[in-house]
């Protein structure tokens, strides 16, 4: 058995298969980038060859003797297959590095091929002609029939780490790891030592041709992310482009309530997002975004795949999900979604609080985790700027959005719909790179290194655009966001500052018919009211400093008067509920409540928990 009859014939199909699945996977633009692709295509033909001989080689191993596994690797090397094995590999490095890297020998070299019947390439004979019955290299690449330059990082960055040498050490199966014998005719540069592993292969974020459903799904998912996640970017912000997507969206959204519901949509979103009008327009996008799919497959069938489109909406999913996240993330740090229990909260017996107000004052009672909660949004916030670290920001994004969706479900928080969508969000962004992920945590397996590719690197103005554009864009929505975390830290958060007004009020005396119990106006502006059945009013109110309070409420305003009376009492009269009210309160002592004064004790001999 020689090694000429050991290599596979080769096969001009699949050569021709191989060049195209890499000329679509890397699209080469100049002359020097298909020369650095028809190099990798060159390295790698032989290395697929050699892989489809091994079967063969392996069975002679078998026919000697023990599997390879049970072999001294002394012995293995000695033995006529690994021999056999060597002159193959030898060989095959020899072509490549002929074809890859011209030789620098005379024109005499040349002639001697010529004499023993070699086959020399027509117009440069320094260079390794292109395999029998093969199509032969671009024209772009045999313009410059002179040296090429080595194929480095430094003329095509894309291919770091993808050099001839990697691609000729990974020719050696991982079976045999030993040095070549002397005997051998590998080039000294492509020696093949013991400690070269396989370079690791570069492979394609997204397969080169998608199946139907891949298309038809990522249409739908196209269109309907883009719609959801338009009015939270940037471009939402430009005067008059907000307005006027807002009146456009209620109109459509309005229009298809009266197609659904038995009545018009009288609540519209005022803090709370599961609200009838949220459901509608959740079906309104769905039914938009499906019409658009089956349309947009109607007329565009015969795309192969849609690449760049993909790359365009994961940079906006990336973008818009990156400032939610860190716009609720500082919200946490800066404690302005959960600031500290007030008066009204700590004076309202623990039965009567509702699920979210229970959640709220377990947030807002421990400062140290409140903002730990907030790193943990707002560092995968910052990962998913940089393509690099956007699996890494998805995958922690996704387990912070799961626990905060399972609190919203659980404490009936009114946001379930947005986080839940927050979460879609990263588990899209995770979509390519799931397999990976459950090969390398799940079945222990290797995994290649993704092509960080981007789709323009071609086009000048792209590539100016992405320097300057994104680090603007970073830049203004970094100060959006910190500039309304202080506003709200200053306005309802911790540093919020106390009304003239703040306490605790009983009412000792009352005129006409009254219910009210107690009165607590909080640092938040919130004007409480407890009456006589424990249950509470809850309105904002706006003090002018000249003894009116405007008391503002959805679908429930009005308008009090007051005056102190001393230190310690005040009296109020006006319209409340359609009913005429005065009242004079007595501002009731500061109490020393246990949940703000127990504290954290290292150590505890008993447990406390009353």
Same mark, same amino acid.
């Given at each position: 058995m020689d090694a000429e009859s050991t290599i596979i014939p080769e096969d001009p199909a699949a050569w021709q298969r191989l060049a195209a699945d890499y000329n679509r996977q890397f699209h080469p633009q100049s002359a020097l980038e298909e020369f650095h692709v028809d190099t990798l295509i060159r390295c790698d033909w032989p290395k697929r060859r050699l892989q489809r001989t091994e079967t063969k080689i392996y069975r002679a191993l078998l026919d000697e003797g023990p599997t390879p596994n049970e072999v001294d690797v002394a012995v293995l090397r000695?033995?006529?297959?690994?021999?056999?094995?060597?002159?193959?590999?030898?060989?095959?490095?020899?072509?490549?590095?002929?074809?890859?890297?011209?030789?620098?020998?005379?024109?005499?070299?040349?002639? *001697?091929?010529? @004499? /023993?019947? !070699?086959?020399?390439? #027509?117009?440069?004979?320094?260079? %390794?002609?292109?395999?029998?019955?093969?199509?032969?290299? *671009?024209?772009? @690449? /045999?313009? !410059?029939?002179?040296? #090429?330059?080595?194929?480095?990082? %430094?003329?095509?960055?894309?291919?770091?780490?993808?050099?001839t040498l990697p691609a000729v050490s990974a020719l050696l199966p991982a079976h045999f790891q030993y040095v070549s014998p002397p005997s051998t005719s590998v080039p000294r540069r492509f020696s093949i030592l013991p400690s070269m592993s396989p370079a690791p292969a570069l492979i394609a974020h997204t397969t080169p041709d998608w199946s139907i459903l891949h298309r038809i799904v990522f249409r739908f998912a196209f269109v309907y992310l883009f719609v959801y996640?338009?009015?939270?970017?940037?471009?939402?912000?430009?005067?008059?482009?907000?307005?006027?997507?807002?009146?456009?969206d209620r109109a459509l959204v309005l229009w298809f309530g009266r197609l659904i519901l038995p009545g018009p949509i009288a609540v519209f979103p005022n803090g709370s997002g599961d609200t009838t009008y949220n459901y509608v327009q959740l079906l309104c996008y769905t039914v938009l975004s499906l019409a658009a799919a089956c349309l947009w497959s109607a007329l565009d069938r015969r795309r192969p795949n849609y690449t760049a489109l993909h790359e365009i909406l994961r940079i906006q999913v990336r973008y818009v999900l990156a400032m939610i996240l860190m716009s609720y993330g500082m919200a946490k740090v800066l404690k302005s979604q959960f600031p500290q229990p007030d008066i009204d909260v700590l004076g309202e017996p623990f039965g009567e609080a509702s699920p979210m107000r229970l959640l709220w004052t377990f947030m807002g009672y421990s400062t140290p985790y409140t903002v730990f909660a907030g790193i943990s949004e707002v560092l995968p916030g910052l990962l998913l700027f940089f393509r690099r670290t956007t699996m890494l920001g998805a995958l922690i994004g996704a387990a912070v959005m799961t626990n905060v969706v399972l609190m919203n479900f659980s404490y009936d928080v009114p946001v379930k719909l947005y986080s839940s969508h927050l979460l879609l969000m990263c588990v899209f962004l995770l979509l390519p790179d799931l397999r990976r992920l459950a090969s390398l945590l799940v079945l222990n397996r290797p995994v290649d290194a993704v092509a960080l590719q981007w789709?323009?690197?071609?086009?000048?103005?792209?590539?100016?655009?992405?320097?300057?554009?994104?680090p603007l864009y970073m830049a203004i929505a970094l100060f959006f966001v910190l500039t309304n975390s202080v506003s709200g830290w200053k306005s309802w958060g911790d540093a919020a500052p106390v009304p003239a007004l703040y306490g605790a009020y009983n009412v000792e005396s009352a005129v006409g018919p009254n219910a009210w119990q107690r009165v607590f106006l909080n640092r938040h502006k919130q004007f409480v009211v407890e009456l006589a059945d424990h249950t509470r009013r809850r309105l904002a109110f706006q003090d002018d400093g000249r003894g009116t309070l405007a008391l503002t409420f959805p679908g429930q305003n009005a308008r009090l008067t007051y005056r102190r009376l001393d230190a310690e009492h005040l009296h109020i009269e006006g319209t409340f509920e359609n009913r005429q009210v005065s009242v004079n309160l007595r501002k009731a002592p500061a109490a020393d409540f246990l949940l703000l004064s127990r504290g954290f004790h290292w150590i505890n001999e008993f447990p406390f928990n009353r």
């Amino acid at each position: 058995m020689d090694a000429e009859s050991t290599i596979i014939p080769e096969d001009p199909a699949a050569w021709q298969r191989l060049a195209a699945d890499y000329n679509r996977q890397f699209h080469p633009q100049s002359a020097l980038e298909e020369f650095h692709v028809d190099t990798l295509i060159r390295c790698d033909w032989p290395k697929r060859r050699l892989q489809r001989t091994e079967t063969k080689i392996y069975r002679a191993l078998l026919d000697e003797g023990p599997t390879p596994n049970e072999v001294d690797v002394a012995v293995l090397r000695d033995s006529p297959t690994a021999k056999l094995l060597h002159r193959v590999i030898a060989q095959i490095a020899r072509s490549i590095a002929l074809s890859s890297t011209p030789s620098t020998t005379s024109a005499a070299s040349s002639a *001697t091929d010529r @004499a /023993r019947g !070699n086959r020399v390439h #027509p117009r440069n004979p320094h260079r %390794a002609p292109p395999p029998p019955n093969l199509p032969k290299r *671009t024209q772009s @690449a /045999r313009r !410059n029939p002179s040296r #090429p330059p080595p194929l480095t990082s %430094a003329n095509w960055k894309f291919f770091r780490g993808a050099g001839t040498l990697p691609a000729v050490s990974a020719l050696l199966p991982a079976h045999f790891q030993y040095v070549s014998p002397p005997s051998t005719s590998v080039p000294r540069r492509f020696s093949i030592l013991p400690s070269m592993s396989p370079a690791p292969a570069l492979i394609a974020h997204t397969t080169p041709d998608w199946s139907i459903l891949h298309r038809i799904v990522f249409r739908f998912a196209f269109v309907y992310l883009f719609v959801y996640t338009f009015p939270r970017t940037l471009f939402a912000d430009i005067p008059g482009v907000g307005e006027a997507h807002a009146a456009l969206d209620r109109a459509l959204v309005l229009w298809f309530g009266r197609l659904i519901l038995p009545g018009p949509i009288a609540v519209f979103p005022n803090g709370s997002g599961d609200t009838t009008y949220n459901y509608v327009q959740l079906l309104c996008y769905t039914v938009l975004s499906l019409a658009a799919a089956c349309l947009w497959s109607a007329l565009d069938r015969r795309r192969p795949n849609y690449t760049a489109l993909h790359e365009i909406l994961r940079i906006q999913v990336r973008y818009v999900l990156a400032m939610i996240l860190m716009s609720y993330g500082m919200a946490k740090v800066l404690k302005s979604q959960f600031p500290q229990p007030d008066i009204d909260v700590l004076g309202e017996p623990f039965g009567e609080a509702s699920p979210m107000r229970l959640l709220w004052t377990f947030m807002g009672y421990s400062t140290p985790y409140t903002v730990f909660a907030g790193i943990s949004e707002v560092l995968p916030g910052l990962l998913l700027f940089f393509r690099r670290t956007t699996m890494l920001g998805a995958l922690i994004g996704a387990a912070v959005m799961t626990n905060v969706v399972l609190m919203n479900f659980s404490y009936d928080v009114p946001v379930k719909l947005y986080s839940s969508h927050l979460l879609l969000m990263c588990v899209f962004l995770l979509l390519p790179d799931l397999r990976r992920l459950a090969s390398l945590l799940v079945l222990n397996r290797p995994v290649d290194a993704v092509a960080l590719q981007w789709p323009w690197r071609s086009v000048r103005w792209m590539k100016i655009g992405r320097w300057v554009v994104k680090p603007l864009y970073m830049a203004i929505a970094l100060f959006f966001v910190l500039t309304n975390s202080v506003s709200g830290w200053k306005s309802w958060g911790d540093a919020a500052p106390v009304p003239a007004l703040y306490g605790a009020y009983n009412v000792e005396s009352a005129v006409g018919p009254n219910a009210w119990q107690r009165v607590f106006l909080n640092r938040h502006k919130q004007f409480v009211v407890e009456l006589a059945d424990h249950t509470r009013r809850r309105l904002a109110f706006q003090d002018d400093g000249r003894g009116t309070l405007a008391l503002t409420f959805p679908g429930q305003n009005a308008r009090l008067t007051y005056r102190r009376l001393d230190a310690e009492h005040l009296h109020i009269e006006g319209t409340f509920e359609n009913r005429q009210v005065s009242v004079n309160l007595r501002k009731a002592p500061a109490a020393d409540f246990l949940l703000l004064s127990r504290g954290f004790h290292w150590i505890n001999e008993f447990p406390f928990n009353r």
